[in-house]
């Protein structure tokens, strides 16, 4: 039986949602907590990684069991053995061909950050500003990146990706009171795509010159060096193109 599910996390604690052997993975969490459950170990495959530090609102994710238990019971029973930054909100029972990470039509990430004095409560959730950001300027540079792009200017080493090009269909900014998020909603992602856009999009709202239309053309990651904290990054959802 292939399981659906949809996971929330605080990605602190954590080397990020990949089985990495130096670290705690979320990928191994949910593994050692699907073993007990289950009685056997599947492996889980997620829509996508997600980096140390960064959490999940929706992270999606899929694996194959021979137990089929009704799914609110998965919900539940997953949880039970999961520590309390991992939450599973959803299970469902899902199509053989159903694949987290190949099917996926569009992802959706947000970068929170806010305005003022340090509140502790947001440490490693949410990216201080100590000034006051000028928003046109950064809302002008977040609609310069949608597109079909060679997006390789914002792309940091090690991921290994083989294709450079993605489409990003929305890249906007919400304002709610000393609240700030970015969103940005894309076909993929190229490893940390999001903190380097974050990074170059918060440099032009401190007023310095940030032409993203050049750094895409450039394809070079050396004119864009600059890389945001994790904490204020989030998985915010996944598409599959199932909506009713």
């Not at 050692?32 to 599947?42: I, N």
């Not at 990684?49 to 539940?76: C, M, S, W, Y």
């Not at 490693?124 to 949608?146: F, G, H, K, W, Y």
């Not at 991921?159 to 929305?170: E, I, L, Q, S, W």
Request: glycine content about 8%; proline content about 3%.
């Amino acid at each position: 039986m292939k399981y659906k599910i949809t996971l929330s996390y605080d990605g602190t604690d954590f080397c990020g949602w990949q089985h990495q052997p130096s670290g705690n993975s979320i990928q191994d969490a949910v593994e050692a907590a699907a073993e007990k459950l289950f009685g056997q170990k599947p492996s889980v495959v997620g829509s996508g990684r997600t980096d140390a530090g960064v959490h999940a609102i929706a992270q999606v994710a899929h694996f194959d069991v021979d137990k089929i238990l009704p799914e609110k019971n998965v919900v539940g029973g997953l949880n039970a053995y999961l520590p309390r930054t991992v939450r599973v909100t959803a299970a469902e029972y899902a199509e053989d061909n159903f694949d987290a990470r190949k099917t996926a039509k569009q992802k959706t990430y947000m970068y929170l950050m806010y305005v003022g004095e340090q509140l502790p409560i947001l440490n490693d959730r949410a990216l201080c500003l100590n000034t006051e950001p000028d928003m046109q300027r950064m809302s002008i540079c977040a609609s310069q990146l949608v597109g079909k792009f060679d997006f390789s200017t914002f792309m940091a080493a090690g991921g290994g990706a083989k294709t450079f090009t993605r489409t990003v269909f929305d890249a906007h900014f919400e304002r709610d009171g000393r609240f700030i998020k970015f969103f940005i909603t894309a076909d993929g992602f190229l490893y940390n795509m999001v903190r380097i856009v974050t990074a170059q999009l918060l440099k032009a709202g401190r007023g310095e010159n940030v032409d993203i239309p050049f750094l895409i053309e450039k394809r070079d990651r050396s004119y864009a060096k600059e890389l945001a904290p994790a904490c204020g990054l989030y998985l915010y959802s996944v598409d599959y193109g199932d909506k009713k």
